[in-house]
């Protein structure tokens, strides 16, 4: 239906007769028009809500106790939908018993990937000629022998652990893969790069394959795992045979959504699979060193035999990249895994992208490609826009996950607002997926009041907020950062005494706000979500700041005027200045802290000499920001930190993953399919990314 339906349907002799007199019957039909459109939606709505493919989330708890489904925690903000488990619930109970019921279950209840494992199927038994049974205890020594959901060794049995005949494993893979997409890896010296463009050694992930059916059993392919220097070599070799004998090959990890990619010269001309070298580079800085030795391969095209030698040698397991032949520009598409949707990263940040640009009308905008236009160009172009406009609204939206070098000083005036966001402007339509671009060196911003929003940007650098525009002398009035991630230090000098600083789904590095001659007002410091590590001395130095810190995890010492705070973990001792306003909720903070009054908070032993105390200590998987649990509480965490926020979720940044809530429905849920006399036990992936 047309916006003006209804208004088209009059005759045309009261339409000019109405247009005539300032068209009053137009409006009159507009306001009927959105109340027909209304009852219109809702119509049609009644229909979608039949089925659970299309019906409102809502709705779905609705349509499950029509199944008999019960029980389930709500999950509102977790990022995910339980409407696949209502939808297949009468297929779990067509299989109940069996162990890619529960499999499929745990991945439709959780939102993680899943692999179910029968541990008793893994028990040593002897040679039988009369059932044809036999698993030796002797391991295969031509596969590697691991631990976990991809286990094949046989095992003693135990009367109290996994390896039991009533036994069964769920394992789920809380880490995400993320996708990057044509990035510059970082130069380590001539010829060999690091993946990461921060330097750090990372693993590769896998990128998981969608299971197809029910009664498929998860495997390497289908989870987010660490990638393995074996596997790949024995598939790349498997590759060169095939061409060489003239067959089309098939693969698995380099197919239609390849493990990683290598790209050479301005063209960014892709490495073929066959053409990278699989090997160990762990050992590339030491004296005597060389590079691995090439190998001549061939592969048939057509009648010919065509000759070919590797060009690039990889290292799956610490993220490493060798040149055998010197080149311009390297390029490389790969995954990495991190616990969740924080920090930098090609996420889809659509909704809240749209929502802070939308907050204020722009004047102003230009896109940075790496190529055509650089970020100093953009830089250069606001700061003479912002001359003759000194109140713009300005945008620059980075539309690639390139590095860029920062060397060229923005500023900002009062009444103004820059926005340097990671995203695609087409005429106001804000493309905000599958991009995390680099920028490094020192951010350094000269400010006469206004705002600056930063948003899906990975900043290796210090972030410093500098008065020295001609406009006048005041200081920095807004500050907004968001789903990005600050190696260096967050610095403001002459704050504006209303500062409000912002900082939702962010990973940061110290905070020193100087307060300057504040008395009787102070700024504001707002962190949701985030993680700031000093990794030693003061996370948050902001003694004239009112601090809000929501669901956050704080490495270091922390100073601040006044406090509120909930489902927060400090690792640092607390000093407040006004302790007779705000609060602290179920947190944690060191033992001496001074706070304003805590409900429901934990405190632990600084000194670790109390050993009660210091069993409720939380327990980091990795405070290595290269690490992908990076952050995230380790399995071994105490339950008063695990299940100690507000609601019965996890204290700290990742509380957003809603944790404890998916376990508890995991576990009401499978009491109904699990074979009699079978107990399950669920397993978290920090056991086996924790030793990169």
Known sequence: ???????????????????????????????????????????????????????????????????????????????????????????????????????QLARDVTGWPSRAVEFFALLAAAPSVRLGVTRPLTPDLHNPIEEGPFDTSAHTPQMSGRYRISSLGLYLWEVESYWVSMAKPRLHRAGCYRFSPLGDDIPLFNRPRTEMEMMHQAGREN???????LELYREIEARRAALADGVAPSSQLFGHMPAFKVALGADRVEVPPEEIEICNLHDWDLAGWAPPRRRTYTRRAGASVEPYMP????????????????????????AYGFSGDV?????????????????????????VDGKAVSLDDAILAWNDHLDERPTASGLIAISESCSIDLTVSPQISSGSRLAIVACLNRQGLFDARGLRPHLSGTMRTKVDGGELLLDGLLIEGDLIMEAGLSHGTGGLEGLSISHSTLSGKICLGNPDPDLAIDISRSILGPIDLVAGDLIASAGKLSIEESIVCANGGRAIDASGFDLDIQKSTIVGEVVGRSLSAESSIFTGNVDIERQQVGGVRFSFLPEGSRTPQRYRC????????????????????????????????????????????????????????????????????????????MEASIFHADEFIRRY
């Open 1 to 103: 239906m047309s916006e003006e339906h209804l208004y088209d349907l009059l005759p045309a002799f009261y339409r000019l007769r109405d247009s005539e007199i300032g068209e009053p019957l137009r409006a009159l039909c507009a306001v009927m028009e959105r109340e027909l459109f209304a009852m219109e939606d809702d119509i049609q709505g009644l229909y979608e809500n039949w089925f659970i493919e299309t019906c409102q989330e809502w709705v779905v708890p609705y349509i499950g106790d029509l199944l008999g489904v019960k029980g389930l925690y709500s999950l509102e903000g977790a990022g995910y939908s339980q409407r696949a488990y209502v939808g297949n619930t009468i297929a779990y109970r067509r299989r109940k018993g069996t162990s890619l019921v529960l499999e």
């Open 223 to 229: 989870v987010p795992r660490p990638l393995g220097r």
């Open 311 to 334: 060009k690039v040698a990889v290292d799956p397991m610490l993220g490493r990249l060798l040149l055998f032949e010197e080149e311009d520009e390297v390029w490389v598409s790969y």
């Open 343 to 367: 920090g930098a990263g090609p996420y889809d940040r659509q909704g809240a992208v749209e929502e802070r640009l939308n907050e204020r009308p722009l004047t102003w905008s230009i896109e």
């Open 602 to 677: 934990r405190l632990g032993a600084a000194d670790m000499s109390s050993k009660e105390l210091a069993r409720i200590w939380p327990a980091f998987v990795s405070l290595d920001r290269s690490h992908p649990l990076f952050g995230s509480l380790s399995s071994t965490c105490p339950e008063e930190i695990a299940k100690g926020g507000e609601d019965g979720l996890e204290m700290g940044a990742f509380a957003l993953q809603k944790r404890p809530l998916r376990e508890a429905n995991l576990s009401s849920s499978m009491e109904e399919y699990l074979r009699l006399g």
